[in-house]
């Protein structure tokens, strides 16, 4: 008998979805619980000031890791539907690295623009960097997906190392590496607020998901179904560069999230890319808050980087979906 993961984990129950709200909610009320200072509840009614550290640092990291998470897992789900291979997501198509050189340009150039202006110039470094990578993978002969993000790591890499020269050269390399760390330590009220418009693109991708289902039936079959092929392409990336220049200018780097979310969800529901975008969205908030809760427990009162723990446990986990995905394959 085969393995299911659907037997395990039955999330195409009707209940199902609102089960893995309820656990979020519970995540994002712990994430709020959980810090340095102690907040006074009792207080919170009859005291004006008692609930300055929850409305000031508290809630908004709390809404930057639902944000985030959410919005990086979906631009996973996008890139793997335009591109027609599992293995592709921001991180290994030359995406966060691009966005991160446009932030260290603006880091050089004018390091006192607001945080609009760095994010328009990481999303217009990301939007390059994705364009270029697409290019590129257009006109090799594709025998094997391994190949597709093996050339967008080496892309990444590419530009990576561009921009350490440039960090290098202009003495910015520490800077360089605390804005890429994806730590939320430095989230307050006022400094993450951008990450709002992901939501409104989060919107926009579900509303023309079908889109992007036909479009990655492939170039021949969406044209012969009569979609716009190039604009439904050209809307994806924008949404993907977009979503992470906010996250890159605001938080940095989520490794391995929007590989290992929609893969799961995949492997457990199918590829419905409508079906599967909220429980990308919830899988992914989830996660990220998971990640950062036990960031915050392990070394208190210190911090890990929500992208450090992510790192660790997107690695473990999609390597055990490799192992799942192997099984599956054997006669």
Known sequence: MRFSPVRFFPIRSRLALPAALMAVVLLSALSMAVGTGDIPWRLL???????????????????????????????????????????VEP????????????????????????????????????????????LIVSRLPLRSSLLVPLV??????????ATVFLAVRFEMLQSL?????????????????????SGGL??????????????????????????????TLA?????????????????????????????????????SVRGNIPWVCVLGGGIVLACDIVGRVV???????VGTVLGVFGALLFLGVLLTDRAHARP
């Not at 050089?108 to 328009?120: G, H, Q, R, S, T």
């Not at 967008?152 to 190392?161: C, H, P, R, S």
């Not at 021949?220 to 092929?229: R, S």
């Open 202 to 231: 989060m919107l926009l991708a579900y509303a023309v998901a079908d889109r992007f289902a036909v479009a990655g039936m492939g170039r021949d079959v969406a044209v012969t179904l009569g979609l716009n092929y190039r604009a």
């Open 299 to 305: 070394r208190a009162p210190y911090e890990v980087p």
């Open 152 to 161: 967008g790591i080496m892309l990444g890499a590419v530009v990576g190392a």
């Open 45 to 87: 009614l009859t005291d004006p000031g008692a609930g300055d550290l929850l409305l000031i640092t508290r809630w908004p990291r709390t809404a930057a890791l639902l944000l985030a998470g959410m919005s990086m897992a979906l631009c996973g789900l996008i890139m793997q539907q335009l591109t027609q291979n599992r293995f």
């Open 91 to 134: 991180g290994t198509a030359g995406t966060v690295s691009s966005a991160g050189l446009g932030l260290l340009v603006m880091g050089i150039f004018w390091p006192a623009a607001p945080v609009a202006v760095k994010m328009l110039a990481a999303t217009g470094f990301a939007l390059a960097g994705t364009a270029l990578f697409l």
């Open 235 to 271: 809307l994806g990336l924008a949404i993907v560069a977009a979503v992470n220049g906010m996250v890159t200018v605001v938080i940095g780097t989520l490794p391995f999230l929007g590989l290992i979310v929609p893969n799961l969800v995949s492997l457990m529901r199918g590829d």
């Open 177 to 197: 590496v605390g804005w890429m760390a994806g730590d939320f330590s430095a989230v307050l009220r006022g400094r993450y607020e951008v990450l709002w418009l």
